[in-house]
């Protein structure tokens, strides 16, 4: 009796719970119409954001375009842009994904939905008032953290709203085992209200000395892509792969190293980004070290992933999910492995001030956690409407232009990034120079820029395709 006890519990432990078809179709009814104003808000600044990026990025290279008004300048495009891919688009969808996930796993269906409709719609005001503010010139100047206070207020109160229904969902769990997407996604959403809230009560809501503020800004930026972005990416991992593939965590101990590896060294790694900068040597070192051990979780993570996607290659073929996913985790490697060079102090002297830098972030926020949040997509979006996606083609081109795209971006930032940072320590090369060395990997920036916007475009048909079926559908049951 006590081994089919432990039996139980350790499958329990290791694969996402079954769900009653009525349970599910409460859950997924409850969740259609937030998560439908989640994807749409979410996708929508996502091309906009794309497309200011490419408008950004072109004007690296070529400065005289659209240099008239001043609401166009690259001082002010490129904030915007990126402010509206990191919120606008991965932090929305990301959240809107999770609490349908956190909902599945607590076998819960959502109640008392209007305030967080209302919770939505004030993230999105609060992105679109906070973005024309930064066009007109009243930005906060804190990299990540440009929009206004009020408009940064309003972001955190919504936030803090839509946590309450994280928190209800995990009180009201049917299980009281707790499955290991569920420890990312809490850990997540526990730690974004507190770095976003310390980084602007310090940086933009109050005022701190000037040598203070580098290690606190790199302190959330590290954070950013380390303690909200990657438990919500890891998390969606953990649950989309055993379900397609039918399978089970491989090594749950794996699974706990990876976890709490990463709470433990994730908060200090943002530091290193600091080397040879005017702080103390400890908070260097100590960045650094953590930057290092973050190869353990990833390689605790990785391993098990690979182990769960073992003899399943057949359905990372078929699965527009599965496949989205698999390139999300070959992305995480990429990112861990570049942080990991980027932290030897001799490899930072030279790229510290080059597109190598940049390359990072985009390969976390475009390759990383994007890729993961489109498999979610295309994993949810048929459960929830009950209709499949529409166009096989549309989602072969969404998958290669976007791989193909990212794939070419980070290239020429990295390697570009290297060749800048070597110019840069010849005393002989002129700045000048340096530029020109920088400019064909920088129109290859532009040209995957270009690539992305075709493939988010076809991810937008998409979903524009199968909400029409879905309102044809309505109408004939109507009828």
Same mark, same amino acid.
């Given at each position: 009796?006590?081994?089919?006890?432990?039996?139980?519990?350790?499958?329990?432990?290791?694969?996402?719970?079954?769900?009653?078809?009525?349970? /599910?179709?409460?859950?997924?009814?409850?969740? /259609?119409?937030?998560?439908?104003?989640?994807?749409?808000?979410?996708?929508?600044?996502?091309?906009?954001?794309?497309?200011?990026?490419?408008?950004?990025?072109?004007?690296?290279?070529?400065?005289?375009?659209?240099?008239?008004?001043?609401?166009?300048?690259?001082?002010?495009?490129?904030?915007?842009?990126?402010?509206?891919?990191?919120?606008?688009?991965?932090?929305?969808?990301?959240?809107?994904?999770?609490?349908?996930?956190?909902?599945?796993?607590?076998?819960?269906?959502?109640?008392?939905?209007?305030?967080?409709?209302?919770?939505?719609?004030?993230?999105?005001?609060?992105?679109?008032?906070?973005?024309?503010?930064?066009?007109?010139?009243?930005?906060?100047?804190?990299?990540?953290?440009?929009?206004?206070?009020?408009?940064?207020?309003?972001?955190?109160?919504?936030?803090?709203?839509?946590?309450?229904?994280?928190?209800?969902?995990?009180?009201? /769990?049917?299980?009281?085992?707790?499955?290991?997407?569920?420890?990312?996604?809490?850990?997540?959403?526990?730690?974004?209200?507190?770095?976003?809230?310390?980084?602007?009560?310090?940086?933009?809501?109050?005022?701190?000395?000037?040598?203070?503020?580098?290690?606190?800004?790199?302190?959330?930026?590290?954070?950013?892509?380390?303690?909200?972005?990657?438990?919500?990416?890891?998390?969606?991992?953990?649950?989309?792969?055993?379900?397609?593939?039918?399978?089970?965590?491989?090594?749950?101990?794996?699974?706990?190293?990876?976890?709490?590896?990463?709470?433990?060294?994730?908060?200090?790694?943002?530091?290193?980004?600091?080397?040879?900068?005017?702080?103390?040597?400890?908070?260097?070192?100590?960045?650094?070290?953590?930057?290092?051990?973050?190869?353990?979780?990833?390689?605790?993570?990785?391993?098990?992933?690979?182990?769960?996607?073992?003899?399943?290659?057949?359905?990372?073929?078929?699965?527009?999910?599965?496949?989205?996913?698999?390139?999300?985790?070959?992305?995480?490697?990429?990112?861990?492995?570049?942080?990991?060079?980027?932290?030897?102090?001799?490899?930072?002297?030279?790229?510290?001030?080059?597109?190598?830098?940049?390359?990072?972030?985009?390969?976390?926020?475009?390759?990383?956690?994007?890729?993961?949040?489109?498999?979610?997509?295309?994993?949810?979006?048929?459960?929830?409407?009950?209709?499949?996606?529409?166009?096989?083609?549309?989602?072969?081109?969404?998958?290669?232009?976007?791989?193909?795209?990212?794939?070419?971006?980070?290239?020429?930032?990295?390697?570009?990034?290297?060749?800048?940072?070597?110019?840069?320590?010849?005393?002989?090369?002129?700045?000048?120079?340096?530029?020109?060395?920088?400019?064909?990997?920088?129109?290859?920036?532009?040209?995957?820029?270009?690539?992305?916007?075709?493939?988010?475009?076809?991810?937008?048909?998409?979903?524009?395709?199968?909400?029409?079926?879905?309102?044809?559908?309505?109408?004939?049951?109507?009828?």
């Amino acid at each position: 009796m006590n081994s089919i006890s432990r039996t139980q519990s350790t499958i329990n432990l290791t694969e996402p719970a079954p769900l009653h078809s009525v349970t /599910r179709a409460a859950i997924d009814g409850s969740l /259609r119409f937030p998560m439908a104003l989640w994807v749409r808000g979410s996708v929508f600044w996502l091309l906009v954001g794309s497309l200011l990026s490419l408008v950004a990025a072109f004007k690296l290279v070529v400065p005289s375009f659209l240099d008239g008004p001043s609401f166009l300048t690259y001082g002010r495009l490129f904030p915007v842009a990126t402010d509206l891919l990191l919120y606008g688009w991965a932090t929305q969808l990301g959240i809107g994904v999770s609490l349908w996930l956190m909902a599945r796993l607590c076998g819960s269906p959502l109640r008392h939905t209007s305030l967080l409709t209302c919770a939505i719609i004030l993230w999105n005001v609060a992105i679109f008032l906070g973005s024309l503010a930064i066009l007109c010139g009243y930005s906060t100047s804190v990299e990540w953290l440009e929009y206004p206070n009020w408009a940064s207020f309003l972001l955190f109160l919504s936030f803090l709203l839509i946590g309450v229904w994280v928190v209800l969902l995990f009180s009201v /769990r049917q299980s009281c085992v707790l499955y290991v997407s569920q420890w990312y996604l809490l850990a997540a959403f526990c730690s974004f209200p507190w770095i976003y809230a310390t980084a602007n009560r310090l940086l933009t809501w109050g005022v701190i000395e000037g040598s203070a503020q580098g290690p606190i800004h790199w302190w959330y930026g590290g954070n950013l892509i380390n303690l909200w972005f990657t438990p919500l990416a890891l998390g969606l991992g953990y649950y989309i792969i055993p379900k397609i593939t039918g399978g089970i965590i491989a090594n749950y101990y794996l699974a706990i190293l990876g976890f709490f590896s990463l709470l433990l060294f994730a908060a200090w790694s943002g530091s290193a980004a600091l080397i040879g900068g005017p702080i103390p040597a400890w908070m260097m070192s100590a960045g650094v070290v953590a930057t290092v051990l973050m190869m353990i979780p990833m390689v605790a993570v990785v391993l098990n992933f690979y182990k769960m996607l073992q003899g399943h290659y057949v359905a990372i073929v078929e699965s527009p999910a599965l496949r989205f996913t698999v390139v999300g985790i070959i992305s995480y490697i990429i990112f861990t492995t570049l942080s990991f060079f980027n932290a030897i102090p001799s490899f930072n002297a030279t790229l510290h001030f080059t597109d190598y830098t940049s390359g990072r972030t985009m390969l976390a926020l475009l390759g990383f956690l994007s890729m993961i949040l489109f498999g979610a997509i295309y994993y949810i979006l048929p459960r929830l409407t009950g209709i499949e996606w529409p166009s096989s083609s549309l989602i072969r081109w969404h998958f290669w232009l976007a791989t193909v795209g990212v794939s070419l971006m980070i290239f020429s930032m990295i390697f570009g990034g290297v060749i800048e940072g070597i110019a840069l320590e010849d005393a002989a090369i002129s700045f000048v120079n340096v530029l020109s060395y920088a400019a064909p990997w920088r129109w290859l920036v532009v040209f995957s820029w270009i690539l992305l916007l075709f493939s988010y475009g076809a991810f937008a048909r998409l979903l524009l395709t199968m909400r029409w079926e879905a309102a044809s559908l309505q109408f004939k049951y109507k009828v």
